[in-house]
């Protein structure tokens, strides 16, 4: 690799998985967080978020020494030529992307900065951020009476949790959004190693390249709703979902992938991207129609779920145990932001119920963003000690081990043998034939 140091700011699941890739193609990085406890974390060696194969590859990237940490804003900005940023862009209270991480970043980028740079947002923002985080740098430097060349890139990130490193190494595409000849020779040059595995480089311009990335996750979720709704309707007329998404995804206009019916899409993108694109066509006064019914139908598929669990057990849950296995998003991550648990928990606690429940990375995560809810969980150590003396199971993850249950031993241990199998992992004739009642999603 060439001598360009690579700093990377911000390191949640994006940007440590960023850093520890690139100090595996060999760069030397840098990678920064003001969250002091999370870097001390790193420093010790341990990794903060479950990913898998992500502490294999640190350990072997900090072994040999091709990246550090630290929390220093200054350190990072002086020591780089590249900066990544990576910080969150939470959702304010009417869905718009709160960029207030972001253009802090920019004042302490502006603040420090000793020669050209390249700033990279690989953070999903709105169209128009990039340049906006270019006056921010302006402005510092300015104050700073500096007149040095920069030039900011917009790179969106499109890895999935739970296959983040795979997908930062084969991206579908690389987009590099940029009016700079130079910057975007230097980003072509950093992900040079991505060649081998031939990914397209897709070079637009700033504005561009931001809103391809709210368009391709606002696409994904409305996939998404569109199938659970037609799960939904499979329901009421003795269809099997399944099949319909299977006949539809061979169609390759359509795709099979992202027509999975469940419990509702969750999670730190689709939720509040979809929002963001709404928020930022509602000021230019245009109305998202579809983005919108997609929005809604997913937050009624959460709800449904509780629907469908009262229809067998009744509305009054008192004196009911729910084991719920899965507490994450998805599965293969700890990641338990928007997740389907956050609304069913709730809504089945509000109608009487105890919970039970088990996810083998998502526990403490949830522990917390339920703590008003506490006296109602208990959190067990596996999917066995979850079920037991249970009036139902809920599977709200697809975890693999939820795949392959015991469901003879669930059988035995469960007070009542109610099977709610909402991402659909088992055939409804296994789970009958063990004497439970058995619904799945549009089947
Ligand atoms: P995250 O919340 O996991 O991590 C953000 C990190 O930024 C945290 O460690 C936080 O301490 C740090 N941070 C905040 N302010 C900072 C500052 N001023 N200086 C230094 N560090 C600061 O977020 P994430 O899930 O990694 O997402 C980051 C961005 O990438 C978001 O815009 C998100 O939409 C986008 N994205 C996320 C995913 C995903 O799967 N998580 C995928 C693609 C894109």
């Not at 890895?159 to 700079?180: C, M, N, Q, W």
């Not at 596996?382 to 939820?402: G, H, S």
Request: aromatic share 10%; glycine share 8%; net charge negative.
């Amino acid at each position: 690799m060439d001598g360009t140091t690579i700093g990377v700011i911000g390191t949640g699941y994006v940007g440590l998985v960023s850093s520890v890739s690139f100090a595996n193609f060999g760069y030397k990085v840098i990678a920064m967080d003001s969250d002091l406890e999370k870097v001390n974390l790193l420093k010790s060696g341990e990794v903060p978020i479950y990913e898998p194969g992500l502490k294999e590859m640190f350990d072997r990237v900090t072994e040999s020494g091709t990246i550090e940490f630290t929390g220093g804003m200054k350190y990072v900005v002086e020591n780089s030529k590249v900066l990544f940023i990576c910080v969150g862009t939470p959702p304010e209270d009417d869905g718009s992307a709160d960029l207030k991480y972001v253009f802090e970043v920019a004042e302490g980028i502006g603040k420090h900065m000793n020669g050209y740079k390249v700033i990279v947002d690989k953070s999903t923002v709105p169209v128009g951020t990039s340049r906006k985080v270019y006056s921010v740098i302006s402005n510092e430097l300015q104050k700073r009476r500096l007149d040095l060349h920069f030039d900011v890139v917009s790179n969106p990130e499109f890895l999935r949790e739970g296959k983040a490193l795979y997908d930062f190494t084969h991206p579908d595409r690389v987009v590099i959004g940029s009016d700079s000849e130079e910057a975007i020779e230097i980003m072509k040059k950093i992900y040079r190693p991505l060649k081998v595995n031939e990914v397209p480089f897709v070079i637009t311009n700033p504005e561009t390249a931001e809103i391809i990335k709210y368009s391709s996750n606002a696409f994904l979720a409305t996939k998404i709703s569109f199938i659970n709704e037609i799960a939904n309707l499979c329901e009421e007329l003795g269809a099997d979902v399944n099949q319909i998404a299977k006949a539809m995804g061979m169609d390759g206009r359509i795709s099979p992938k992202f027509l999975h019916p469940g419990p509702g899409y969750g999670g730190s993108c689709f939720p509040k991207d979809t929002r963001a694109i709404v928020n930022t066509a509602k000021k230019l006064g245009i109305e998202m129609k579809v983005i919108n019914a997609a929005i809604e139908a997913n937050e009624y598929q959460k709800h449904r779920m509780v629907i469908k669990i009262k229809r067998r057990l009744g509305d009054n849950l008192a004196g009911k145990t729910i084991a719920i296995l899965g507490l994450s998003f998805k599965a293969e991550t700890d990641d338990t932001r928007e997740s389907a648990a956050l609304v069913v928990i709730p809504e089945l606690i509000d109608s009487g119920a105890i919970i039970r429940a088990y996810d083998p990375k998502g526990t403490d995560e949830m522990r917390w963003r339920l703590k008003d809810f506490s006296p109602q969980i208990a959190y067990l150590e596996n999917e066995y000690d979850a079920c037991k003396n249970a009036d139902a199971v809920v599977i709200l993850t697809e975890w693999a081990q939820f795949r392959r249950l015991d469901l003879r031993r669930l059988s035995e241990d469960m007070r009542e043998k109610n099977f709610f199998d909402f991402r659909n992992l088992y055939s409804r004739e296994e789970v009958e034939d063990m004497g439970f009642y058995y619904e799945g999603v549009g089947r």
